[in-house]
């Protein structure tokens, strides 16, 4: 069962939420870039992680599944934000240019099947980033945060995931090395310098980019067995009416006429 949408805002207003949302908004904006003039959808509970592309991007939506809830986005301003269900996103095809998905897999009844609605929606060439609790990380047992709950990925398991969907994985990076604990948020910034040389494997968060690649598909021929038909050599039959037999009456034999044989060049 999904963590509730309150649950999710209080966690992101407290010290170590904010922390949170410091590190990984960092990793999101180091791999997009400028997001002027694309369209933007964030899936989950991603709103923490958009105020940087909302500012320049064409458009900015935010997909909160329905056993989360959903709250107004952004605040004081018009309203953003939608309700939706995993596997059935309410909104067109090859539409959004760049996808963040955080607190969307974990907790998803099917984590596939949801990455599949990703996927369809994406633009051709579209960038998603999907940020998942480290299966080997401490933030994965912390239940007090939202990274707590569901399932955890490991690299590999994400991958495959991907994968599994058609989507091709680009890239992936590691980020939030502050243990869970709200007295430490205030020293997040050294964990995540020095966490990252010392102890990379023991990080909270994974993030994944993958893209979307359409091809062109060359259909293929296939060996056919084809049906020849011959037509069977008509027989000459002599003119006039057929002869009409009595029962009893034995055929009578016709002398046929022989049939001059036309000169050869090989004849000496």
């Not at 997040?188 to 990080?203: I, M, N, S």
Request: with cysteine; net charge positive.
């Amino acid at each position: 069962m999904r963590r509730d949408v309150l649950d999710l805002r209080a966690f992101y207003a407290s010290p170590l939420g904010r922390a949170a949302r410091t590190m990984l908004t960092r990793k999101v904006e180091e791999a997009w870039g400028d997001t002027r003039d694309l369209d933007v959808l964030g899936v989950g509970y991603a709103t923490p992680f958009l105020d940087a592309a909302r500012a320049k991007a064409r458009r900015v939506v935010a997909a909160m599944p329905a056993q989360q809830g959903v709250e107004v986005w952004p605040h004081g301003g018009r309203n953003q934000a939608c309700l939706v269900e995993d596997a059935a996103l309410p909104l067109p095809n090859a539409l959004f240019d760049r996808v963040l998905a955080v607190h969307a897999l974990e907790e998803a009844d099917d984590p596939a099947a949801l990455l599949a609605e990703i996927g369809r929606v994406m633009a051709p060439t579209g960038r998603l980033i999907v940020a998942v609790s480290s299966r080997d990380g401490v933030w994965a047992g912390a239940e007090g945060t939202p990274f707590g709950h569901g399932r955890p990925y490991s690299r590999s398991q994400l991958e495959s995931l991907i994968r599994e969907v058609g989507l091709e994985p680009a890239g992936w990076t590691r980020a939030l090395y502050v243990p869970p604990v709200g007295a430490m948020s205030s020293w997040a910034e050294g964990f995540e310098q020095v966490g990252a040389t010392l102890w990379p494997r023991f990080a909270g968060v994974i993030l994944m980019e993958a893209i979307k690649q359409t091809f062109a598909v060359k259909p293929r021929g296939h060996r056919a067995r084809a049906r020849v038909f011959a037509p069977g050599v008509l027989l000459p039959s002599p003119a006039g009416p057929t002869p009409v037999r009595q029962a009893g009456e034995r055929p009578v034999p016709v002398n046929k006429a022989p049939v001059p044989k036309a000169p050869s060049s090989l004849d000496r």
